[in-house]
T-cell receptor
Framework: DQQVKQNSPSLSVQEGRISILNCDYT??????FLWYKKYPAEGPTFLIS?????DKNEDGRFTVFLNKSAKHLSLHIVPSQPGDSAVYFC?????????????FGQGTRLTINP | AAGVIQSPRHLIKEKRETATLKCYPI?????VYWYQQGPGQDPQFLIS???????DKGSIPDRFSAQQFSDYHSELNMSSLELGDSALYFC??????????????FGPGTRLTVL
């Protein structure tokens, strides 16, 4: 049972345009959401996060939107740059069955074309 | 800034052999997590330790065991290796008991190949 879903395995965007990566979750106990970026041969690096009490968090070119009623979050990157090409993992955190859990989505490979 | 260190970075073993992966957390981080990422898959949580005690357990096979030592480094011991154990193994660390607001910082991973 995939509790965090990233339905698009890959996405190609032109440099300078907006990249939108989507993530859906099923467990309403999740109350904190994170995006990680992963380059080949490296571990995931934390990018941006959002608490369930907010619907938007912005950090430079990166903005995460949370729609709790739809159990959906998205990461917007604008303008997209070639260095943004990587795999992006959405992760959800919350207390599940008495323990803090961090659950990852399957990842979306973002390619920024010059 | 110091990051999470994992060793070795690459490991090749044969079926039924054993392997030990090591993780050195960021200084002053007291919580360590282990993840397994198979080809084309998302990282799957295996096990975590807080202050040298197991704090949570995920999809870790019985053939695997792990512990956290007094210096907070952790080792993942894998026995009777199977072909399906070939994966990227990530260690992450955080400050605190893995609460929702304690971001996990990941190491570069150990790529294990079982032949």
């Amino acid at each position: 049972d995939q509790q965090v879903k990233q339905n698009s395995p890959s996405l190609s965007v032109q440099e300078g345009r907006i990249s939108i990566l989507n993530c859906d979750y099923t467990n309403s106990m999740f109350d904190y959401f994170l995006w990680y970026k992963k380059y080949p041969a490296e571990g995931p690096t934390f990018l941006i996060s959002i608490s369930s009490i907010k619907d938007k968090n912005e950090d430079g070119r990166f903005t995460v939107f949370l729609n709790k009623s739809a159990k959906h979050l998205s990461l917007h990157i604008v303008p997209s740059q070639p260095g943004d090409s990587a795999v992006y993992f959405c992760a959800a955190s919350g207390e599940i069955q008495g323990a803090q859990k961090l659950v990852f989505g399957q990842g979306t490979r973002l390619t920024i074309n010059p | 800034a110091a990051g999470v260190i994992q060793s070795p970075r690459h490991l090749i073993k044969e079926k039924r052999e054993t392997a030990t992966l090591k993780c050195y957390p960021i200084p002053r981080h007291d919580t360590v997590y282990w993840y397994q990422q198979g080809p084309g898959q998302d990282p799957q949580f295996l096990i975590s330790f807080y202050e040298k005690m197991q704090s949570d357990k995920g999809s870790i096979p019985d053939r695997f065991s792990a512990q956290q030592f007094s210096d907070y480094h952790s080792e993942l011991n894998m026995s009777s290796l199977e072909l399906g154990d070939s994966a990227l193994y990530f260690c992450a660390s955080s400050k605190g008991a893995g609460g929702a607001y304690n971001e996990q910082f990941f190491g570069p991973g150990t790529r294990l190949t079982v032949l």
